[in-house]
T-cell receptor, first 113, second 110 residues
């Protein structure tokens, strides 16, 4: 069964901390994505990557960075966590090419206090 | 970016009732997808539609890709308690950009 695994289901961090959210997929997918999900706002794209060492900004990249050193792993970094980054974070992957749906991880619920 | 307008925002229905939700956009999409998110989990793909006018079923779920390529709907027939969750529409354009609706939260009363 294909999988996207996010390392933590729940995280509580302090304001100003550097936070790493890890995502690993075992499907050899080329594309990987990070979204945040907030009530009433749906899913908003933070960053995405179509290849190793490649990254592109999504709609709301401010306050975030990403790293993709290996094809299967895509990390989201909050350089200095703030309370407005409290949210559900979802990682997804898809095959290369146009028209493929995404496979999502189970999400990481991050609370910044 | 392109916005998808998904409605309704939430629905409270009785078990056994049929459900209908839809998604509209001012832009054209090449692929429409419908996802379901169970509480505490990530979204899971239910149905993918690749052609304007296409009507596809998956068990009690039926979805259609609008003729104008700017809308899609999802129907659930004879709802059951495990249908509870958030349903998202998503559109994929020819630049491979995926856009999501804000979701429809479905509550099914036994």
């Amino acid at each position: 069964d294909v999988k996207v695994t996010q390392s933590s289901r729940y995280l509580v961090k302090r304001t100003g901390e550097k936070v790493f959210l890890e995502c690993v997929q075992d499907m050899d997918h080329e594309n990987m994505f990070w979204y945040r999900q907030d009530p009433g706002l749906g899913l908003r794209l933070i960053y995405f990557s179509y290849d190793v060492k490649m990254k592109e900004k999504g709609d709301i990249p401010e306050g975030y960075s990403v790293s993709r050193e290996k094809k299967e792993r895509f990390s989201l970094i909050l350089e200095s966590a703030s309370t407005n980054q409290t949210s559900m974070y979802l990682c997804a992957s898809s095959e290369g090419g146009v028209g493929y749906g995404y496979t999502f991880g189970s999400g990481t619920r991050l609370t910044v206090v | 970016g392109q916005q998808l307008n998904q409605s309704p925002q939430s629905m409270f229905i009785q078990e056994g009732e049929d459900v209908s939700m839809n998604c509209t956009s001012s832009s054209i999409f090449n692929t429409w997808l419908w996802y379901k998110q169970d509480p505490g989990e990530g979204p899971v793909l239910l149905i993918a539609l690749y052609k304007a006018g296409e009507l596809t079923s998956n068990g009690r779920l039926t979805a259609q890709f609008g003729i104008t390529r700017k809308d899609s709907f999802l129907n659930i027939s004879a709802s059951i308690p495990s249908d509870v969750g958030i349903y998202f529409c998503a559109g994929l354009n020819n630049n491979n950009d995926m856009r999501f609706g804000a979701g429809t939260r479905l509550t099914v009363k036994p």
